[in-house]
T-cell receptor, first 114, second 115 residues
Framework: KNQVEQSPQSLIILEGKNCTLQCNYTVSPFSNLRWYKQDTGRGPVSLTIMTFSENTKSNGRYTATLDADTKQSSLHITASQLSDSASYICVVSDRGSTLGRLYFGRGTQLTVWP | EADIYQTPRYLVIGTGKKITLECSQTMGHDKMYWYQQDPGMELHLIHYSYGVNSTEKGDLSSESTVSRIRTEHFPLTLESARPSHTSQYLC??????????????FGQGTRLTVV
C-alpha cells in the first residue's frame, strides 16, 4: 500500500533555531517528492520538488534531502522565523499506470515562538 | 504566484441546498484535482481529471460531482448539501510531461459550512 508518513506530528521551536522534519514513504514506482507549506486556512504552496536522481535541494532557508534507497526525505529549516509557523506536508508522486498519483502525508504542524 | 483560483473562499449554506464550488486555472494544465481536508488532517482526493471530458473519482467517496468542459475550468457540485459535507475543499492542477506530473499548484481553498 502506498503511504507517506511524517514525523513529528507537531513541533514547537524558538525563533532563530533550526529544525528538521522527516518523511518516510512506501510509494512505488517513485516519480518525485515535494514539500509543501500550508498556512492555516490556505492552500499548500510548494517549497521543493525532487526527482529520483536528486538528493539535496535548497530554497532559501529550506533544504530538502532525499534518500531514494531508504525512501526517506527530510526538510531542514534554518534560522526559523515566526512566519514559518505552518503545516509542512510531504507529497510523493508515483509513476503508475494512472499517469501519476499524489500521496499526501498528514503534515507536521510547526509553531515558532518569539 | 500560482494562477489557480477558487471561489467562493467561504460559504455557509443550509441543508438541502445545491452548491457549486468554482475552480479555474490559467496555466493550461491538463490535470486538475479536488481534495477535501478536515482541520489538522491530510488531504483526501475526491475527484480528478486528465483533460477535457475526463473525470475520475478519487480515494475518498464523495457525493459531489465534477465536470470538465473546458481545460481551465473544473467545478464541483453538491446537489443537496448536508452538515457532513462541512470541510475545506482544495482545487489543484498540474501538467503532464510524458507520464510524470510536474509540480501541483493549489488554490486557496473553499471553506464550506453546512448548517
Amino acid at each position: 500500500k502506498n503511504q507517506v508518513e511524517q514525523s513529528p506530528q507537531s513541533l514547537i521551536i524558538l525563533e532563530g533555531k533550526n529544525c528538521t522534519l522527516q518523511c518516510n514513504y512506501t510509494v512505488s514506482p517513485f516519480s518525485n517528492l515535494r514539500w509543501y507549506k500550508q498556512d492555516t486556512g490556505r492552500g499548500p504552496v510548494s517549497l521543493t520538488i525532487m526527482t529520483f536522481s536528486e538528493n539535496t535541494k535548497s530554497n532559501g532557508r529550506y533544504t530538502a534531502t532525499l534518500d531514494a534507497d531508504t525512501k526517506q526525505s527530510s526538510l531542514h529549516i534554518t534560522a526559523s522565523q515566526l512566519s514559518d509557523s505552518a503545516s509542512y506536508i510531504c507529497v510523493v508522486s508515483d509513476r503508475g499506470s494512472t499517469l501519476g498519483r499524489l500521496y499526501f502525508g498528514r503534515g507536521t504542524q510547526l509553531t515558532v515562538w518569539p | 504566484e500560482a494562477d489557480i483560483y477558487q471561489t467562493p473562499r467561504y460559504l455557509v449554506i443550509g441543508t438541502g441546498k445545491k452548491i457549486t464550488l468554482e475552480c479555474s486555472q490559467t496555466m493550461g494544465h491538463d490535470k486538475m484535482y479536488w481534495y477535501q481536508q478536515d482541520p489538522g488532517m491530510e488531504l483526501h482526493l475526491i475527484h480528478y481529471s486528465y483533460g477535457v471530458n475526463s473525470t475520475e473519482k478519487g480515494d475518498l467517496s464523495s457525493e459531489s460531482t465534477v465536470s470538465r468542459i473546458r481545460t481551465e475550468h473544473f467545478p464541483l457540485t453538491l446537489e443537496s448539501a448536508r452538515p457532513s459535507h462541512t470541510s475545506q475543499y482544495l482545487c489543484a492542477s498540474s501538467d503532464l510531461r510524458g507520464q510524470v506530473d510536474t509540480e501541483a499548484f493549489f488554490g486557496q481553498g473553499t471553506r464550506l459550512t453546512v448548517v
